[in-house]
């Protein structure tokens, strides 16, 4: 039977069960531009240190309470046809070809992440089972099943059925960042699982293995120059790998890693209790066993690191017989031979305490205090004083050297658990009493000039910009008592037209008072067209700022006043269509980043969540009459009116106010009645509270000279 039409078969059986159960929501594959999307697991990649390829992978499709399972297979003939198979192109230039593994459908919710399963197979028979899912990250969950059964059992998701499987679901198309969820400095040797070949037999230099020293600096590997200990690479000296996902259980610590700008391809487990020298395993696929000789299928590709972790201070040589043949051959003196000095710490002399955190510069006052990150499922405490800058999760840098540009700083890290320490630059602006901009360069482990360690960009896939970047971060003051009233930069009443929350709606946005006939600090958003914005929206507004960086774009930081104090980045963006110029639209960012809109297109998570085109031809200032207007005779009001007055913005405006004001200034205050005939003649142009400060003046005067007669 053709896989085609099976599914058509399955599907139409499926419509058949009357079922309210639902996959959960942080499973279901999503659809962009027509392609699902798929969780990917039993990746079976091999020769991972050069000529990287798979041999075999699945992909699993979930929609609402439907599941179908591919299975692919690599380096099949392109001419080579059969039932219920489909071919396509690799990335490697080589045809694959897929099937059908089975197709699932959700019968019942039976606890958290429980579902009891029914299965179609191909042959048109059904079996029902039990899957649990355990989220481990937004990349990552680890499934449970129980036994295929003919009948829908009762005890199908009884605990003491359920296994556990080896290979993880990943989800590869998530750009989701994640710590490591252990960090320090450890030495190793490599001892292949498969051959017990001892990789560092010849080499008394001990490899090292640094983890997380600064966030989002993931594993790196590094091996004495010229050595074939680094298990990631044939020759060479240095690997990097960033964190997918990792978890703990009972015994072991788990860490799913990749190359950064790769899908990820490895599996780490530690013991939970590193103590002495113990046994680390890295598998060459996405495979985590949990029994304790961590032995996997046949043919997958694993070796042992039998590592030590770095104590900071014990000062010790990786081979004393060695290090004393260095010094006598004269290397410790040489600056150019740390490919042996750092190896002989004690007999080059290099224990001295270190003084990578010496003060040498301090942080400009303007910058200092407390603020906050928030950022995609990240909110961060920062705090900056004279020496240094310390964030709640990236991290401590000390103030080491001030650059030419007044706003660079070059820091340093120092650690305890074994990293060496870490060199970063950042750049700081600080925009308003609101607002601190920031940038960070990547950190590195050795000190280097400020025009070299400057250097911003964004971090490859999956950290982008998470926590260094080409553009700046914003930091918000810490406490809303301490946020300042700031301009909104709209000045006025605008209609709009787009979508809000993937609404549909028309609407304006201001942050005009016509109480008070000005700008108010705060803007409105309203709507009668869609839900969200039925009640209006209030926002209070914390800087307005011309985007440097891009031309025709404009930026508001906000906070929602409706309780959930909810802080936004808006950008304005002007295009030039045709004759019309500029055609403005608002965006509405997820967070207070304002990450150009150029770059926001490949990230789902980043897009914005609101894009309005304002009609600024329609835009307007209305002034309202005052609600208890001045009590006057009926000759001084014939030619007043009730309707709004709009301000205009014109020079000649600003001159008849001018006039109109040196008129007032010449008036005759012994005769009220020419100061009431000048009332008149002016009421059909003046606010109404003009007219009431003319005409309390003159009813002071009256009483006055009442008095002194």
Known sequence: MDWKIFITYVIIAIKGIESSCRFPAFLQTPSHLGETKPWNTETWW??????????QKQDIFIDGNNLW?????SMKRCDRVEKRSVYTKTSFGRCSERELVYNRTCLTNEGYNTYKIIQYNLD???KFTCMRFIRRSDNLVQVLEGPLSDTNDPDLCDEDGLVLEEWPWVAKWRKQSYKCPISGGFTFRTISRLTNEDHCESEWRRSTLEVECVVGDGLDFMSPVGSDCNPLIRKGHHKRLACWSGWETDRFIYMVAGEFGEQPKYCLRFPKHMKGEFSVLIYFSVICPEEEDGKPPTGIQYYELRMRRKDEDRCEDDDEEQCKMIEAQGICSKEQQEQYTSHCRKTCGLCQHNNAAKQGCYFDAKIHGSWVLYDLNREEDVQIERRHAVFSKFGK??????GTNENQYKTVTTFRNGCVPRYTCFEFSRRNNNLLSYRASRSLRQDKEMEEICAFHDDPFPLLDTYRSYYFKNLILSGIKNLWPSYC??????????????????GTISDWD??????RVSLTLQSTSCP????????????????????LQEMIITRSMDGRNEFNCWIISSYIIGSRWPWRVLYKMPTTQCTPLSDVESDEMRRPKAALFLEDKEKRKECKPMENPVTLPRDILTRSTNKPHVVRNDQSHSRDNHQRQGQRDEIDLDNPRVVLDEVESASSTLHSTDVFRIVLGVALVTILRCFTR
């Open 532 to 551: 969200s914005l039925l009640a209006p929206l209030e926002l209070q507004c914390l800087a307005f700022i011309t985007y440097q960086e891009e031309d």
């Open 514 to 519: 016509a109480d008070t006939c000005r700008t």
């Open 489 to 506: 930069g709209i000045d006025s009443t605008i209609p709009f037209n787009g979508t809000f929350n993937d609404e549909t709606c028309d």
């Open 124 to 126: 048109r028979t059904h």
């Open 397 to 402: 840098f000390h103030c080491r050297e001030k």
């Open 69 to 73: 399972r591919h299975r692919e297979h």
């Open 46 to 55: 091999i020769n991972l240190k050069h000529d990287v390829r798979w041999l």
